[in-house]
């Protein structure tokens, strides 16, 4: 009886992570249905986002459909800071901390708001940095 009590707690872990593995399983499903209307587009635990054309959506992933979704032109953004932790970062820079806590994409509006955007991984969020940047520049100079 006694080993029977021991195992309990493997069980409970157990029943834990292949309820957590189901939970994500549902929200890639969800995201993969919600990115086709998008030319770009990532997954993140904290945040999904999307560009189609002049136009970019997050969001927060959920098992159904994203929750909080904004959407901005990129004729409403006047610039678009890159952060990790409490530094800025440009596509200059060309090395990153490995061991970055908070990862963001600020989006600086002209209206004076500045939504962020979180990652979890630098390289991708640098990636979206440089494309979201290069995109504001070349609707700027048209």
């Known amino acids: 009886m006694e080993r029977g009590l021991l195992w309990l707690p493997l069980l409970a872990v157990f029943f834990g992570l292949a309820w957590s593995g189901w939970n994500e399983y549902q929200k890639v499903e969800s995201y993969k249905?919600?990115?086709e209307q998008f030319e770009r587009h990532k997954y993140d635990i904290y945040?999904?986002?999307g560009q189609k054309?002049?136009?970019l959506t997050w969001g927060k992933p959920t098992r159904k459909d994203p929750i909080?979704?904004?959407s901005v032109t990129f004729q409403d953004i006047e610039r678009i800071r890159f952060r990790i932790d409490s530094k800025f970062y440009d596509d200059k820079d060309s090395e990153f901390p490995l061991n970055a806590k908070k990862i963001s994409l600020e989006i600086v509006l002209k209206t004076g708001e500045m939504p962020s955007i979180r990652f979890t991984d630098v390289d991708i969020a640098a990636g979206w940095y440089r494309f979201l940047s290069d995109r504001l520049t070349a609707t700027s100079n048209s």
């Open 47 to 49: 945040a999904v986002l």
């Open 68 to 70: 909080d979704v904004h």
């Open 33 to 35: 249905r919600w990115a």
């Open 53 to 55: 054309g002049d136009r």
